[in-house]
């Protein structure tokens, strides 16, 4: 194998010595075996039966003999390949023995296993299902993932957690329980976690009870049993989130949106909803009763705990109450909105940082849209306003990101009111991250699916000044941020004089990355400024693009070629353009700028966007032409490019039947049965296949 080619050079000399013995002479290997740490000599020294008897050793009794290992190290490796196992049992042998040893060896076991290997296993369960274990036979698995939810260890549990939450709500009624089985069983292990001695295991259940809740919602009847099964989950969150532990408090704040919106029968997350600008959820109205006299106390309690850390993950919940409540503004104006205003004047940064994160989703789930409700929406938009003003940076940093989607919620006037005076200070903040976030925020309001409420005279008044001062930023990722997107103002670019300039400054950047984006960018500035305006200005520095060091910055050019043709059409390209790739071609010492060249050509005969192929027939002949010559270079990989032109070519349908018989198809037709490279002879057939 080459990946071993260096591990067998340095053990040559010894290895023969210990074949030649026919014992296994463990403390003569050298080299980088000597450590023990290959997989496979950590497998072999674990187990104690030959090697001839591996061959032939079930898949399961594998397993449970390297599990049974006294090494960490084939144990790790035996439960890293459990779903394997799995698989080579197959289901029936999964559930008949593979569960049942780990539910006897994990669940039913109460010494201390190896945290490293209890992790694993908690990741490997979540494999299982529903590929290999159905979803109404996975139900053996949840005493294994209740013993690891009670483990000290934090990775595990939250792991743990995890598996649990994709397994249960599969877990639908059926197979071979009894009735009412899967929800018995779940209620058993959510009592039992919540009423654990150690806040280890309470931790966890306040990570489950959202999906138990869920699972209740989606499959259970109406019955009075079932109701009071749903009020004793919200008993013990109830209990869960007064609990004297801070850690069992702090995990309650941090599930408390997903148990609103499991309680409120939510089908999507509150995130979700305000992003897509839906409607108000539709919502039964004995849940809403639920969230707001059972909930909306505990959503209170915690986001006024005296433990900041709970505090911190309470408020960033607001947006789930706010849906949960269906967005009513009546209601959210006294339970949501004080909360939103603490949190704002809190004197713990990390609240007020976690409630910058997400204050779009909680303006948004506010409800508070149209002239009935505008006093309140102002109000909100004061909040934001002292966010974007806060004296720590990562505040800062966190409620730029919102500024897009807080355009969109409050439409132009708020923005021009309370965010438009905040951008020129925002854009000379001294971090870089501050200005970073701010370059890209910048942008998504210019993008119409993030936000289309900003008139293109806001953003020439507002956003120019700025964009002026981000592409001449000492740091390359607040550029790249612009240059990258700046194609969705291209039709501004007209108006902008300076940013222009600095595009053409930085085609000659150190960074490549900056470079690249300026050879995207190069298009839409001819579309925007006319091609006039590229063949005297932009021109030059395209073509010092094409014969960059670096890969992807030619590349750009390449794939800009089709929206240049759609800007300027083929007489153009043909007149203007194409002189100077083929004089590059045939003066070029090096394959890749001939490659390059023939990329270009190629590119022109794809679609771009929406825009059908419009080639002429002259510009066809010259693209075939090119191609043609490409197929006889001396250098394999570019008769591969030439040969994958002609294919692309062929495919446009754009090129006279006559070009084709004459001189396409003959030229194919020979190199398939001359051309000594394989990987160009099956370019050159695919091209024949195309044309047929």
């Known amino acids: 194998?080459?990946?071993?080619?260096?591990?067998?050079?340095?053990?040559?000399?010894?290895?023969?010595?210990?074949?030649?013995?026919?014992?296994?002479?463990?403390?003569?290997i050298a080299g980088p075996l000597a450590s023990g740490t290959t997989p496979s000599l950590t497998l072999a020294r674990s187990l104690t039966c030959e090697p001839d008897a591996l061959m032939t050793m079930p898949p399961f009794d594998l397993f449970v003999a390297q599990i049974s290992s006294d090494s960490t190290e084939?144990?790790?490796d035996a439960m890293k390949k459990l779903a394997i196992v799995g698989e080579a049992m197959g289901t029936e042998g999964t559930l008949t023995k593979l569960i049942p040893y780990l539910t006897e060896n994990i669940a039913n076991n109460d010494k201390d296993d190896d945290d490293e290997i209890l992790l694993i296993l908690a990741g490997q369960l979540a494999l299982l299902v529903p590929g290999l274990v159905p979803g109404h036979a996975a139900l053996p698995?949840?005493?294994?993932?209740?013993?690891?939810?009670?483990?000290e260890e934090t990775v595990v549990r939250d792991k743990a957690v995890e598996t649990m939450n994709k397994i249960v709500p599969l877990l639908l009624p059926g197979g071979n329980y009894e009735d009412g089985a899967p929800f018995g069983l779940l209620l058993a292990t959510s009592k039992r976690l919540a009423g654990a001695d150690w806040f280890?295991?309470?931790?966890?259940?306040?990570?489950?009870l959202p999906a138990v809740y869920a699972f209740w919602n989606a499959h259970a009847s109406k019955g009075e049993s079932d109701t009071e099964a749903k009020r004793e989950l919200r008993i013990l969150f109830k209990d869960l989130s007064e609990d004297d532990t801070p850690m069992v408090r702090r995990s309650a704040a941090k599930h408390l949106g997903r148990f609103v919106e499991a309680v409120a029968g939510l089908t999507d997350t509150a995130q979700n909803l305000v992003k897509a600008?839906?409607?108000?959820?539709?919502?039964?109205?004995?849940?809403?009763?639920?969230?707001?006299?059972?909930?909306?106390?505990?959503?209170?309690a915690l986001s006024s705990d005296e433990q900041d850390s709970v505090r911190l993950l309470a408020v960033s919940c607001a947006g789930s109450v706010g849906c949960g409540l269906a967005r009513e503004p009546a209601v959210t104006a006294e339970v949501v909105l004080p909360v939103v205003r603490g949190g704002c004047a809190d004197l713990s940064w990390r609240v007020r940082h976690n409630l910058a994160k997400v204050f779009s989703t909680v303006t948004g789930s506010l409800g508070f849209v149209g002239p009935k409700h505008a006093a309140r929406q102002t109000e909100v938009f004061q909040f934001f306003y002292g966010l974007l003003q806060d004296n720590e940076a990562e505040v800062r940093a966190a409620a730029v990101e919102n500024i897009a989607r807080m355009a969109q919620l409050g439409g132009a006037e708020l923005f021009q009111k309370h965010i438009a005076p905040l951008l020129p200070a925002l854009a000379d903040d001294l971090v870089m991250e501050v200005r970073s976030k701010l370059a890209q925020t910048?942008?998504?309001?210019?993008?119409?699916?993030?936000c289309n409420t900003l008139s293109d005279d806001i953003i020439l008044e507002d956003f120019k000044p700025l964009l002026e001062n981000f592409l001449n930023d000492e740091f390359a990722e607040v550029q790249l941020h612009i240059l990258t997107k700046l194609s969705r103002v291209s039709h501004l670019l007209g108006?902008?004089?300076?940013?222009?300039?600095?595009?053409?400054?930085?085609?000659k950047a150190q960074n490549w990355r900056v470079r690249e984006a300026v050879g995207r960018l190069l298009p839409f500035l001819a579309e925007a400024r006319g091609v006039t305006f590229f063949q005297d200005h932009l021109l030059d520095p395209w073509l010092k693009i094409m014969s960059d060091q670096v890969a992807d910055v030619r590349t750009a050019c390449v794939d800009g070629m089709p929206k240049l043709l759609s800007v300027s059409g083929s007489q153009w390209i043909q007149e203007e353009i194409l002189p100077h790739y083929t004089r590059m071609y045939e003066e070029s010492h090096s394959y890749l700028s001939r490659i390059t060249v023939l990329r270009c050509f190629a590119a022109l005969t794809e679609k771009h966007g929406d825009n059908e192929i419009n080639v002429s027939t002259e510009l066809m002949k010259q693209i075939v032409e090119i191609m043609l010559k490409g197929l006889k270079d001396r250098v394999a990989n570019v008769r591969l490019i030439a040969a994958r032109g002609l294919g692309l070519v062929t495919i446009s349908g754009q090129c006279e039947d006559s070009v084709m018989s004459t001189q396409v198809v003959p030229a194919l037709t020979s190199c398939v049965t001359t051309e000594a490279d394989q990987d160009c002879k099956y370019q050159c057939q695919l091209a024949l296949e195309s044309k047929a």
């Open 74 to 76: 084939a144990r790790v």
């Open 495 to 507: 108006k902008m004089d300076v940013v222009v300039s600095s595009i053409l400054q930085m085609s």
């Open 141 to 151: 698995l949840l005493p294994i993932l209740e013993r690891l939810c009670s483990i």
């Open 442 to 450: 910048l942008m998504d309001c210019c993008d119409p699916s993030i």
């Open 1 to 28: 194998m080459p990946g071993e080619s260096s591990d067998s050079a340095d053990s040559t000399g010894s290895g023969g010595s210990a074949d030649s013995g026919g014992q296994q002479q463990h403390a003569t």
């Open 277 to 300: 600008g839906k409607g108000y959820p539709a919502i039964v109205d004995e849940n809403k009763r639920l969230v707001t006299y059972e909930l909306v106390p505990i959503f209170q």
């Open 200 to 208: 280890t295991a309470k931790v966890s259940a306040a990570g489950i």
